[in-house]
């Protein structure tokens, strides 16, 4: 039997996006103050995270929050924002671990550009982290190019961007 992604729309507030939202910020944290501090994400720290990134900015007309699903089972998202008429922003790509190495992230990145597509983008963009060294890949693979700097997030340290061609 074949296991089947489907990737949905889904409100950036329902509980199921709150959860992802949850794992993806926590594995992010983590891993960050695990390489700089050598500690994991202080559990205040984390909750005033979570609450600070609801994703207000995912929500239609100008953004969607998509929802991977594996045969069912919420398993990953990303989100895309427009930030001027013809530019979107990727950002919450994330797989949860259970599902990684199972070609969910490459549909995931695809879904996001055609919604990005949908907003009017001609261009989509995004940062990340250098120890992020499996979504640099990624976007690499999938036709992302490292450009220069287009914000000054204290934690983004290498930022991406694909011409989004009409899909014909």
């Known amino acids: 039997m074949r296991t089947l992604w489907t990737i949905a729309p889904e409100p950036y507030d329902s509980p ?25 994400t202080d559990p205040a720290e984390l909750e005033r995270g979570v609450a600070a990134g609801a994703g207000e900015q995912l929500a239609p007309p100008t953004g969607q929050l998509l ?7 919420p398993a990953g998202t990303a989100g895309v924002r427009l930030v001027d008429a013809g530019t979107a922003e990727l950002t919450r790509v994330f797989v949860g671990t259970e599902w990684r190495g199972r070609g969910g992230a490459p549909l995931l990145v695809a879904a996001a550009e055609e919604a990005a597509r949908a907003l009017g983008a001609g261009t989509i963009r995004l ?19 490292e450009t220069a700097p287009h914000n000054d997030d204290i934690y983004a340290e290498h930022w991406f961007r694909k011409s989004l061609h009409p899909v014909s």
């Not at 993806?24 to 700089?36: A, K, P």
């Not at 929802?67 to 089972?73: I, K, L, N, Y």
């Not at 940062?127 to 190019?145: H, K, P, Q, S, W």
């Open 127 to 145: 940062d990340t982290r250098g120890d992020l060294v499996e979504a640099r890949a990624l976007y690499a693979r999938l036709g992302y190019e």
């Open 16 to 40: 199921v996006a709150a959860a992802l939202w949850r794992a993806y910020y926590t594995e992010v944290s983590d891993r960050w103050y695990l390489l700089h501090e050598g500690r994991a």
């Open 67 to 73: 929802v991977a699903r594996h045969d069912g089972r």
